[in-house]
């Protein structure tokens, strides 16, 4: 792996200084332990070899990206002490990286008062938004497109809160009109809006969502788990640049470091705009929150028990690539749009796929050229397995024929759901590899 010489000795020299300040420390493993560790791990690194190579440009598949090595860095750092972000008592220097990480997530979408901490994932973020809507509009419905994460449907469950779908457009965002005309029942409490969703990168209509939602006393979380992070670049369409822009007029909002934060799994977000909404966390605890009066991040959680390594690490990358305009990180997220681009113009152009919208982030979406549906999802399978055995490696999404009629009138509709090709462009390196990605599709194309 290009730099880990480069990564390692910088980890070792950290190691020893962190050393000096636990000196007092008693060695936890003799000398026979670590042998056997040794082979141990050995093993370890034989088994990981079966695996895609998700940090290599030609990975442009599914939605992974490795984490910068400050990241891993500071992570295996943390870990020497094994920090946990719940109470000062267990993590003191992590729990305040922790805050001061959030607070700078929180000024990218335009917040200077806020009430947030990480989470294990998207999920259980997501699940945190919903569940102080739910508190504040209880037994409401929660409204989310069709192309939405799966995820709002199970956590409404969970919760016991009905939940409903939105019809979405060609272009996967949620369908305005249907959205008005279903919240004049009065009923729903929540609206999510998705900016980008997972199969495509869509970007809702959030600043026709506010509108709506707001003339019908409803809240608005933003899952922008994939997207948050474009907040930061200049090369969006206008539609997706204003939807970003209003963000900061939302009730919530997620965002997972670990997909384009260049963090290690697993790193969400769940920010808040009113902190206020901390007294729904508020718990009584025998033992835990007795060794300062600051707020301890377990009590504006619902999870208990998070590792302080995961917010050292962000605070890391932060400190090195603050998430700002203009700065090397938001260079880097531009270049992944540029990717998605130039890879969205070669399919629309190329005789033997057909392309299926402009991308609104970094996904691309298309398909192998033919005339009825079932062959078009044949034929992906098959470009999709010929790319593979070339080193290149994508992914595979299958869509509603709801979305791909509109772009593909003269296709055959004998099924429902079609397969596609789709790309996730995350790695910056992919706007330099564009030329050998694009000549392996146009060789595997075709019947």
Same mark, same amino acid.
């Given at each position: 792996?290009?730099?880990?010489?480069?990564?390692?000795?910088?980890?070792? *020299?950290?190691?020893?200084?962190?050393?000096?300040?636990?000196?007092?420390?008693?060695?936890?493993?003799?000398?026979?332990?670590?042998?056997?560790? $040794?082979?141990?791990?050995?093993?370890?690194?034989?088994?990981?070899?079966?695996?895609?190579?998700?940090?290599?440009?030609?990975?442009?598949?599914?939605?992974?990206?490795?984490?910068?090595?400050?990241?891993?860095?500071?992570?295996?750092?943390?870990?020497?002490?094994?920090?946990?972000?719940?109470?000062?008592?267990?993590?003191?220097?992590?729990?305040?990286?922790?805050?001061?990480?959030?607070? /700078?997530?929180?000024?990218?979408?335009?917040?200077?008062?806020?009430?947030?901490?990480?989470?294990?994932?998207?999920?259980?973020?997501?699940?945190?938004?919903?569940?102080?809507?739910?508190?504040?509009?209880?037994?409401?419905?929660?409204?989310?497109?069709?192309?939405?994460?799966?995820?709002?449907?199970?956590?409404?469950?969970?919760? *016991?809160?009905?939940?409903?779908? %939105?019809?979405?457009?060609?272009?996967?965002?949620?369908?305005?009109?249907?959205?008005?005309?279903?919240?004049?029942?009065?009923?729903?409490?929540?609206?999510?809006?998705?900016?980008?969703?997972?199969?495509?990168?869509? %970007?809702?209509?959030?600043?026709?969502?506010?509108?709506?939602?707001?003339?019908?006393?409803?809240?608005?979380? %933003?899952?922008?788990?994939?997207?948050?992070?474009?907040?930061?670049?200049?090369?969006?369409?206008?539609?997706?640049?204003?939807?970003?822009?209003?963000?900061?007029?939302?009730?919530?909002?997620?965002?997972?470091?670990?997909?384009?934060?260049?963090?290690?799994?697993?790193?969400?977000?769940?920010?808040?705009?009113?902190?206020?909404?901390?007294?729904?966390?508020?718990?009584?605890?025998?033992?835990?929150?007795?060794?300062?009066?600051?707020?301890?991040?377990?009590?504006?959680?619902?999870?208990?028990?998070?590792?302080?390594?995961?917010?050292?690490?962000?605070?890391?990358?932060?400190?090195?690539?603050?998430?700002?305009?203009?700065?090397?990180?938001?260079?880097?997220?531009?270049?992944?749009? /540029?990717?998605?681009?130039?890879?969205?113009?070669?399919?629309?152009?190329?005789?033997?796929?057909?392309?299926?919208?402009?991308?609104?982030?970094?996904?691309?979406?298309?398909?192998?050229?033919?005339?009825?549906?079932?062959?078009?999802?044949?034929?992906?399978?098959?470009?999709?397995?010929?790319?593979?055995?070339?080193?290149?490696?994508?992914?595979?999404?299958?869509?509603?024929?709801?979305?791909?009629?509109?772009?593909?009138? $003269? %296709?055959?509709?004998?099924?429902?759901?079609?397969?596609?090709?789709?790309?996730?462009?995350?790695?910056?390196?992919?706007?330099?590899?564009?030329?050998?990605?694009?000549?392996?599709?146009?060789?595997?194309?075709?019947?």
């Amino acid at each position: 792996m290009a730099g880990s010489d480069r990564e390692f000795r910088v980890l070792e *020299k950290a190691l020893h200084r962190l050393e000096g300040h636990l000196a007092d420390l008693p060695a936890m493993l003799g000398d026979g332990e670590w042998d056997e560790i $040794d082979a141990v791990i050995s093993d370890v690194a034989d088994r990981l070899a079966d695996n895609y190579p998700y940090h290599q440009p030609l990975y442009a598949g599914q939605m992974l990206k490795p984490p910068h090595p400050v990241a891993r860095i500071a992570y295996e750092l943390a870990l020497q002490i094994n920090p946990n972000n719940h109470a000062l008592d267990g993590g003191r220097a992590s729990s305040l990286m922790e805050k001061e990480a959030v607070a /700078e997530l929180a000024r990218m979408f335009g917040w200077s008062r806020h009430l947030g901490h990480l989470t294990g994932g998207g999920t259980m973020a997501n699940l945190e938004a919903l569940w102080v809507g739910g508190q504040l509009r209880p037994g409401m419905t929660v409204l989310a497109s069709e192309q939405a994460h799966y995820t709002h449907g199970r956590i409404s469950n969970v919760l *016991k809160l009905p939940y409903e779908s %939105v019809p979405t457009d060609c272009h996967g965002r949620m369908d305005c009109g249907v959205l008005q005309q279903r919240l004049e029942r009065g009923d729903a409490g929540l609206v999510v809006a998705t900016l980008g969703t997972t199969a495509t990168g869509a %970007v809702d209509p959030l600043p026709q969502i506010l509108d709506l939602a707001r003339r019908h006393d409803c809240r608005v979380h %933003v899952d922008s788990a994939y997207g948050g992070y474009f907040a930061l670049v200049d090369n969006l369409d206008a539609d997706g640049t204003e939807a970003f822009a209003r963000i900061r007029d939302a009730d919530s909002v997620v965002v997972d470091p670990h997909k384009h934060g260049l963090q290690p799994y697993g790193c969400g977000c769940v920010l808040f705009a009113d902190p206020g909404v901390g007294k729904f966390y508020v718990h009584d605890s025998a033992y835990t929150y007795f060794t300062s009066d600051e707020l301890h991040l377990g009590e504006i959680s619902l999870e208990c028990s998070r590792p302080g390594a995961a917010a050292v690490a962000l605070w890391a990358t932060q400190r090195l690539l603050p998430p700002v305009p203009g700065g090397r990180f938001a260079a880097d997220l531009r270049r992944c749009r /540029e990717a998605a681009l130039a890879l969205w113009s070669f399919v629309d152009a190329h005789p033997g796929f057909r392309a299926i919208g402009r991308p609104q982030l970094d996904i691309v979406v298309w398909a192998p050229r033919a005339d009825r549906a079932g062959d078009i999802s044949r034929m992906s399978r098959e470009v999709f397995d010929r790319t593979a055995e070339r080193g290149l490696h994508l992914a595979l999404a299958q869509l509603p024929r709801d979305m791909l009629a509109p772009f593909w009138p $003269d %296709v055959i509709f004998d099924m429902d759901r079609v397969t596609c090709l789709r790309s996730c462009l995350m790695k910056p390196v992919h706007a330099d590899n564009i030329g050998a990605i694009t000549a392996i599709l146009g060789d595997c194309a075709g019947n």
